[in-house]
C-alpha cells in the first residue's frame, strides 16, 4: 500500500476512482469544481432532484471516459460541517477504500482538503486516510489453501491525496508516515491474536519477542519456568499448571537512555487459551478464547511501533504467558497460592485466571521504578456487558494518570470511561483462608476485579487497569477491520506515549 501526497498544482495521470467530500448544505468547493468541470453538472442535477443531499455515506457517481482525473468520480455525504469529527472522518476514509475495493481499482484519488471542516483539520485527515488504507486492506488468510472466488478482489495499491494548499503536503508528511507506523503496529497485533491457539503458544509468543529485539533497539528478557519458580509466581505457575505447554514472562525493555525521564511499565495478559480451567466455559463461542491474550499482543505491537518511530520514552513491557487448560495438573477451585509479593489467593473460580498472571507481572515492575504503569487485559465479560464494543473500561488509582490516559483514548478513538474505584469494592475480594479471594461474587465483577489487581501494585506507584474485553474483537466486519481481532490498545498506547515524550 503507498500512500501518496500530491499538489493539485501538480500534473498527474488518471487514476481509478476519483472521490470528492462533500458537506451536507454546503456548496462544492471551488477547488471540486475546478478539478472535474465535467462531473459538476452530475453532481449540482442530484441535488436539485434530491437525489443526492450529503447526509453521511451517501453517494452521487458518474462513470464517463472523457473525466480527466479518472473515469469515475463519485462524491460522497459527510453529513452537516459541524458535526465532523474525528470519528467521522475515519468512517468516511473506509468508505473510501471501500468504495476503491468494490470497484476493484487499484489507485484512488482524493480530493483531501473536501473532507476539512468541524474538528477535523488536513493533518487529520491525511492521518485518518493513511491508518485506515492500512487496516482496511488487512486480512486473515494464511491457512486459506484456495481463497473463494468473491475474495479474489484486486488490491488497492495507491491512495492518492490531492493536497489544494499550496505547499501544505510537505507538512502532513509527518502525520502520514506517523498513522501508517501506529496502522502497522495494530496490524501486528491482529495477526498475533488471530493465530490459532495450537500455533500460538508462550513459546511462539517468545519467538515474536526474539524477533522484534533482533531487528530493532529493543532489549528482551525472558523469564522462564525455572525462574518463575525460584521467583515465586505463584499466579503465572499456577494458571498454566493444566497446561503441556510452558509458561514465560516476556519482557521488553525500549528507550533506557530515556529512564532519567521516568519509565513507564505496560504490563499486558496473555492467556493463549481460556478454557476456564475446572470452572469450564460454555462451548458457545469458546472457539475465539484464543484473543484472551489481546492484552499482550497489544504490548509487544506497541513496542515494536516504538521502536520505529524512535520515541523519546523509557517503556517496559511485561506479558506474562500462559495456557488455561485442563490437560495436565490443573489448579481447582479451593487451592490457595501464594503469590510473587508474598500475598496468598484462595482461588474460587479457575476462569478467573487473568488477574492471577497479571498480579505478578503487576509486582515484579516495581524493580523497574515506573513513574506510571497501564495494565491491558480481556479480563471480564461484566465489562464487555457494561460497554459492548464501544468503549475500554478504565480504573486506577491516581487522577492524573487517568485523565492523560482518557485524552489518549480520545484523541486515539480508542475511548475509555472510568468506573469507581471506592474502597468498599475491596470487601468482596477479601478471602477467609487467604488474603484474596480472586473474584468478588456476582456483582461488579469489572471493578472488583480492579480492585483485586490493585493489592499487586507497587506502592506509591500510578497505575491504570484497561478492560478491553469488549474491544480486542469483532463479531462482524467494520469499517476499519475484517471479522476477528481489532488490534485494540496500539493506537491507544502510541498516543499516550506520544503525549507523555512530550
Not at 494464511?142 to 501544505?168: F, H, I, M, N, R
Not at 500460538?200 to 519458580?229: C, H, I, N, P, Y
Not at 481460556?274 to 466455559?281: P, R, W
Request: net charge neutral.
Amino acid at each position: 500500500m503507498e500512500i501518496r501526497l500530491t499538489p493539485l498544482s501538480k500534473k498527474r495521470t488518471p487514476a481509478d476512482l476519483l472521490v470528492i467530500g462533500f458537506f451536507e448544505g454546503s456548496p462544492l468547493t471551488k477547488e471540486a469544481e475546478a478539478l472535474e468541470p465535467d462531473f459538476v453538472p452530475s453532481v449540482k442535477s442530484a441535488l436539485e432532484r434530491k437525489r443526492f443531499s450529503g447526509k453521511f455515506g451517501e453517494t452521487v457517481s458518474a462513470y464517463c471516459p472523457e473525466l480527466k482525473e479518472s473515469a469515475e468520480a463519485v462524491v460522497l455525504g459527510l453529513g452537516k460541517k459541524p458535526n465532523h469529527k474525528h470519528a467521522c472522518i475515519r468512517k468516511a476514509a473506509g468508505t473510501v477504500v471501500q468504495l476503491a475495493q468494490s470497484r476493484k481499482a487499484k489507485s484512488v484519488r482524493v480530493l483531501l482538503d473536501s473532507f476539512v471542516g468541524g474538528d477535523v483539520t488536513l493533518q487529520d485527515a491525511a492521518a485518518a486516510f493513511s491508518e485506515i488504507a492500512y487496516l482496511t486492506s488487512y486480512a486473515f488468510d494464511k491457512y486459506k489453501t484456495q481463497p473463494a472466488d468473491a475474495e479474489k478482489k484486486s488490491k488497492l495499491e495507491t491512495v492518492e491525496l490531492l493536497v489544494a494548499k499550496s505547499g501544505a503536503e510537505a507538512g502532513l508528511k509527518k502525520n502520514i508516515e506517523w498513522a501508517g507506523l501506529v496502522a502497522q503496529g495494530t496490524l501486528m497485533a491482529r495477526d498475533l491474536i488471530n493465530e490459532p491457539a495450537n500455533i500460538l503458544t508462550a513459546a511462539k509468543m517468545v519467538e515474536a519477542a526474539e524477533k522484534l529485539a533482533d531487528k530493532k533497539s529493543v532489549k528482551l528478557t525472558v523469564l522462564e519456568q525455572k525462574e518463575l519458580e525460584e521467583l515465586k509466581m505463584g499466579g503465572i505457575l499456577a494458571v498454566n499448571q493444566g497446561s503441556v505447554h510452558s509458561p514465560a514472562l516476556i519482557i521488553l525493555e525500549y528507550g533506557a537512555k530515556y529512564k532519567k525521564d521516568g519509565t513507564v511499565c505496560l504490563v499486558g495478559k496473555g492467556v493463549t487459551f481460556d478454557t476456564g480451567g475446572i470452572s469450564i466455559k460454555p462451548s458457545k463461542d469458546m472457539e475465539k478464547m484464543k484473543y484472551d491474550m489481546s492484552g499482550s499482543a497489544a504490548v509487544i505491537s506497541t513496542i515494536s511501533a516504538l521502536a520505529d518511530a524512535k520515541l523519546a520514552v523509557h517503556v517496559v513491557g511485561l506479558m506474562p504467558m500462559v495456557e488455561n487448560n485442563v490437560a495436565n495438573n490443573p489448579i481447582r477451585p479451593g487451592d490457595i497460592i501464594r503469590m510473587y509479593n508474598g500475598k496468598t489467593v484462595e482461588v474460587i473460580n479457575t476462569d478467573a485466571e487473568g488477574r492471577l498472571i497479571l498480579a505478578d507481572a503487576l509486582a515484579y515492575a516495581e524493580r523497574y521504578h515506573p513513574k506510571a504503569m497501564i495494565d491491558l487485559a480481556t479480563l471480564t465479560g461484566m465489562c464487555a456487558y457494561t460497554f459492548g464494543d464501544k468503549a475500554i473500561g478504565m480504573m486506577g488509582n491516581d487522577e492524573k494518570l487517568l485523565a492523560r490516559v482518557k485524552k489518549a483514548g480520545e484523541t486515539s478513538g480508542q475511548r475509555c470511561w472510568e468506573l469507581p474505584m471506592w474502597d468498599e469494592y475491596l470487601d468482596s475480594v477479601k478471602g477467609h483462608h487467604s488474603d484474596l479471594n480472586n473474584t468478588g461474587g456476582p456483582y461488579g465483577g469489572t471493578i472488583t476485579a480492579a480492585k483485586f489487581l490493585q493489592e499487586f501494585v507497587p506502592a506509591k506507584t500510578p497505575w491504570v487497569h484497561l478492560d478491553i474485553a469488549g474491544t480486542a474483537w469483532t463479531d462482524s466486519p467494520r469499517f476499519d477491520c475484517v471479522k476477528g481481532a481489532t488490534g485494540v490498545g496500539v493506537k491507544l498506547l502510541m498516543q499516550f506515549l506520544s503525549d507523555w515524550a512530550k
